[in-house]
């Protein structure tokens, strides 16, 4: 490994987490949402920092080449990262379909007592 390859990695790792605090500091991004991008950060930056972590944990798992690890845990983490949004997705979807039925038997309600209200006058 290179001293830029190490600066690169140590530094991109850095700046992930970084934009990740700075986006929860700013609340553009809330903490349940954030936990995977940190772990990911974390990861990162560990392994920036210490390379042979990623050997050692490669031949602790079992995967030949350390590089095909990253790219595992990655997309785990990215299949995390979706499954949480989907979750989410589908309460929200469920909240905005009730919220629709409350506001369209809201509507029939006021139309209802505007004819009332009409009918009452007509008739005095």
Known sequence: MTIASYIFGVLSA?????????????RR????????????GTLALIIGVFPTTLIWAA????????LNLVFFVSLAV????CIQHSTELT?????????????????LRIEAL???IRQSHSDS
């Open 78 to 81: 990215l299949f995390l990262v």
């Open 114 to 116: 505007e004819v009332q």
């Open 59 to 66: 031949n602790l798992v079992g995967v030949a080449i350390p």
């Open 29 to 40: 991004l809330r903490e349940r949402h954030a936990v995977w991008w940190l772990v990911a």
């Open 91 to 107: 309460a929200l979807e469920a909240k905005t379909q009730a919220l629709a039925e409350t506001a369209a038997l809201q509507e």
């Open 14 to 26: 850095l700046l992930t987490l970084g934009v990740v605090i700075e986006m929860l500091r700013r």
